[in-house]
T-cell receptor, first 109, second 114 residues
Framework: RKEVEQDPGPFNVPEGATVAFNCTYS??????FFWYRQDCRKEPKLLMSVYSSGNEDGRFTAQLNRASQYISLLIRDSKLSDSATYLC??????????WGAGTKLIIKP | GAGVSQSPSNKVTEKGKDVELRCDPI?????LYWYRQSLGQGLEFLIY????????KSGLPSDRFSAERTGGSVSTLTIQRTQQEDSAVYLC????????????FGSGTQLSVL
């Protein structure tokens, strides 16, 4: 089993719809959690950190479920510009960053 | 500059040649990571530098790969006797602390080994 797993997709979603995807992790001692966004042939960029209580940034909501060991990302009112690959990252010790392989999202007009 | 700078942006080389990839992290960032990404694949960890500590080289795929970080700033990733399977985008990232802080990525070096 991979340490961090994501559904590779692609998720094909009509513009304006709500979409959510999860990322599961195997190490229960994991400390920090992040979502990054990567556009085609570009470098990853931080989308948002994931806090224990859940957090929201505009149309984006991130949640952490420690009991089931997964994090989620929900995008409301999706835009064409949301099309990208979404990478989850989990840290276990001071610097061990474990990356998921990413979920590809395609927003269609 | 304000961001992580990598050079060259593209490198085409012949099989068997050595290549050097450079990364200039954000000033003051103590943590520096090298990753490799093949087309359509996830990030593959290569090496991690944190301040003056010994680097974590556990991700280097073979002894043809090496990296150094001089003066706690600029880093160079060297690939000796390149092979076609080394073709990928090599990404460098830095962070202010490491681990629990967000990473800032450079735009990468696209390496093509012919």
């Amino acid at each position: 089993r991979k340490e961090v797993e994501q559904d590779p997709g692609p998720f094909n979603v009509p513009e304006g719809a709500t979409v959510a995807f999860n990322c599961t992790y195997s190490n229960s001692a994991s400390q920090s959690f992040f979502w990054y966004r990567q556009d085609c042939r570009k470098e990853p960029k931080l989308l948002m950190s994931v806090y224990s209580s859940g957090n929201e940034d505009g149309r984006f909501t991130a949640q952490l479920n420690r009991a089931s060991q997964y994090i989620s990302l929900l995008i409301r009112d999706s835009k064409l510009s949301d099309s990208a690959t979404y990478l989850c990252v989990v840290t276990s010790s001071n610097y061990q960053l474990i990356w998921g392989a990413g979920t590809k999202l395609i927003i269609k007009p | 500059g304000a961001g992580v700078s990598q050079s060259p942006s593209n490198k085409v080389t012949e099989k068997g040649k050595d290549v050097e990839l450079r990364c200039d992290p954000i000033s003051g960032h103590t943590a520096l990571y090298w990753y490799r990404q093949s087309l359509g694949q996830g990030l593959e960890f290569l090496i991690y530098f944190q301040g003056n500590s010994a680097p974590d080289k556990s991700g280097l795929p073979s002894d043809r790969f090496s990296a150094e970080r001089t003066g706690g700033s600029v880093s160079t990733l060297t690939i000796q006797r390149t092979q076609q399977e080394d073709s990928a985008v090599y990404l460098c990232a830095s962070s202010s602390v490491g681990g629990n802080e967000k990473l800032f990525f450079g735009s990468g070096t696209q390496l093509s080994v012919l």
